[in-house]
């Protein structure tokens, strides 16, 4: 998951219950007719039960160029995924980072669920300093650069996954049910 790939040669990605996702397309915002996988490029990401999906889209009808970003269910289902392009990107890195990219699927993938993970409580808000600097938005809401809990630095890592319980590695804390963190080396 280092480079953009057109999304037809990402296909067909399989879920563990054997459903296999074999065709994506989505109707031009311009012209309404049908862009294939072929049309676009991008990377997708089978994490959790869910395909996700980013990827810039040229229609072969009219030239109109737009951006997909949504999640996949094993029912085949296609879902808005409400983040920014760069956010929700920037997620899909980071997680691809941790190891997880299950592309192509590996055989012991599917025998069968995976043990929910525990949930992860939010960091109280009285314990926490924020820094001035932000690197975004989410739905609204400033994301701070960084923080600091219990004298230690903490940088944002990523968006917990939109609809499962946020997951945060030994170095990572859980801010505001949505932001995870993570512990800079350089002291805070
Ligand atoms: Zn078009």
Redesign the pocket.
């Known amino acids: 998951m280092t480079r953009n790939d057109r999304l037809s040669r990402l296909l067909p990605q399989r879920f563990a219950n054997g459903t296999q996702i074999r065709r994506f397309a989505k109707p ?1 915002p ?4 049908t ?1 294939e996988a072929r049309d676009m490029e991008g990377k997708m990401l089978m994490l959790d039960q869910k395909l996700f999906l980013a990827a810039h889209a040229a ?1 072969p ?4 160029r737009f951006g997909v970003a949504c999640a996949i269910t094993a029912d085949k289902r296609v879902h808005r995924v409400r983040l920014p392009m760069w956010l929700y990107k920037l997620w899909m890195k980071s997680n691809a980072r941790r190891g997880v990219t299950l592309v192509p699927p590996e055989p012991e993938w599917q025998t069968g669920e995976e043990p929910a993970a525990p949930e992860v409580a939010s960091i109280a808000e009285a314990e926490l300093t924020f820094a001035d600097a932000i690197v975004g938005r989410f739905q609204g809401e400033a994301i701070p650069e960084a923080c600091e809990w219990q004298g230690q630095r903490y940088a944002f890592e990523r968006v917990a996954q939109p609809g499962l319980p946020p997951q945060c590695a030994d170095n990572e804390i859980l801010v505001r049910s949505h932001f995870v963190y993570a512990r800079s080396a350089e002291p805070a």
């Open positions: 031009c311009r012209c309404s007719q862009v229609c009808h009219c030239g109109h």
